[in-house]
């Protein structure tokens, strides 16, 4: 029997684990909604540095988060697969992303260093972890339920970022100032730790602890784990075909997550309220666009529906070129939250099913570690041109907030460049896992 048709027959988890799993996310996107796109990259860019050369350092600050990942994430995803502790090594990166988190309210206009350090730490904390709660996906569903069950963790994900952000709305329009901005991201500390406590609690973890072999550890262990999958990896081509496709086209999807209020903030000179309304409008649209390409995932096929999505991002970021009015741009972010969580959740349900039983830990991993290394590429890229563009435009007697806005928009291209090859590269070079699952169950009843 193949290892796919294997895999699709793992016990079901309960619906309470399940609905844990997905509350996780709850948390998990209110840390995203907040600290990435509504309010500490616009508050970081404009209060904490000022001008172009905050989107500069904001650039830098996630690329450096994402290449930390990169270096950790396969090793200890190796090391968790083999002595079946996906929960524990969740649990220590969840507090350390609410800890560091909850430290941001302590960054003030100036401060840049200490902006920055939260940040890296807080960011590289929760990357990883998403890491581990990814890899549980295969515990709690079959393989056809994957599509299914990812698109209902991105659905109800979203509706946490909504959640956190109406309140931190209502406390900035009842009171407002910099000290409710600050109090907010204590706030997210809170809401994320809370939602995600039940995981920890009901969600049984299936991965069997392995007895270390004699004279070895867990890190000499990993790396030869790793260097076994290395010299083997000819037998997992179409997960190494994926992982390129998705290593560039994730650039496009992280650096407009991590850039989407800095673009409303210089563009349409949108200020922090008007800002976390326009993510609640993206938050809202990325419900329905989790559960629509969940479902369609399932009946389509995860590639066609990663196709379909890419598209819609293409054309959604090209109009930014264009865009002249915050109505439009509303607009325009509405279609992107659509899409944007279409891509990540068709994205993680491709690697459960391409992934060996046995090893979910160590090849979302590398998924990680290559949309990591991908995005510590993408966002420094952008950052970089639109400083460097908006400098330029500057010293040729442009006016200041024309040259950063001309900059931005500029900069823009390279997000679709990064969309549209990652796609290209997907049509001719990865096959849908669904549709080799059902010729390999097909050949073995045949053989049968």
Request: glycine share 10%.
């Amino acid at each position: 029997m193949s290892e796919i048709k294997k895999n699709a027959w793992k016990p079901k988890a309960s619906a309470r684990e399940r609905r844990s799993w997905y509350f996780y996310d709850f948390g998990n996107s209110a840390y995203a909604a907040v600290v990435l796109l509504a309010v500490y990259s616009a508050y970081f860019k404009g209060e904490v540095v000022g001008g172009a050369e905050g989107t500069r350092l904001w650039g830098i600050a996630v690329g450096i988060a994402m290449l930390l990942v990169a270096v950790t994430a396969p090793i200890l995803g190796t090391i968790a697969d083999f002595a079946g502790t996906k929960k524990k090594i969740l649990l220590f990166y969840t507090g350390m992303a609410c800890f560091f988190t909850a430290l941001l309210f302590f960054v003030q206009k100036g401060d840049v260093v200490m902006g920055l350090v939260f940040f890296i730490m807080a960011e590289f904390a929760y990357r990883s972890a998403q890491v581990f709660y990814n890899s549980l996906l295969p515990d709690i569903a079959h393989l056809d339920e994957m599509g299914h069950i990812s698109g209902n963790g991105w659905a109800i994900g979203s509706l946490g970022g909504i959640a956190c952000l109406a309140v931190v709305l209502a406390f900035i329009m009842l009171f407002g100032g910099n000290l409710v901005i600050r109090l907010s991201f204590v706030f997210t500390a809170l809401f994320f730790a809370a939602s995600a406590a039940p995981l920890f609690i009901f969600l049984k973890e299936r991965t069997e602890p392995q007895k270390l072999p004699k004279g070895e550890n867990y890190l000499s262990l990993a790396f030869k784990r790793l260097g076994n999958t290395f010299r083997t990896v000819k037998n997992h081509k179409e997960f190494i075909r994926f992982i390129i496709a998705f290593l560039i086209y994730n650039d496009g999807i992280m650096m407009t997550m991590n850039f989407a209020a800095i673009i409303g903030a210089v563009l349409f000179g949108m200020e922090q309220q008007e800002l976390i309304i326009f993510m609640i409008s993206v938050q809202v649209t990325s419900v329905a666009g989790a559960w629509g390409f969940g479902k369609m995932a399932n009946k389509m096929g995860g590639k066609r529906s990663l196709l379909i999505s890419l598209v819609l991002m293409i054309l959604t970021v090209l109009t930014l070129l264009v865009v002249q009015s915050v109505p439009m741009f509303y607009a325009i972010g509405a279609v992107a939250g659509f899409a944007l969580t279409g891509v990540q959740s068709v994205s993680r349900t491709l690697v459960g099913q391409l992934a060996p039983e046995g090893k979910s830990a160590e090849f979302y991993g590398f998924y990680s570690m290559a949309g990591r290394t991908s995005s510590f590429i993408g966002p420094t890229v952008y950052g970089w041109l639109a400083a460097f563009l908006t400098f330029r435009l500057q010293d040729r007697g442009i006016d200041n907030l024309l040259a950063e806005q001309m900059g931005t928009r500029y900069a823009v291209l390279s997000i679709v460049a990064f969309l549209l090859i990652g796609a290209l590269f997907l049509v001719f070079a990865v096959h849908d896992p669904t549709r080799l699952r059902r010729k390999q169950e097909q050949d073995a009843v045949a053989v049968e």
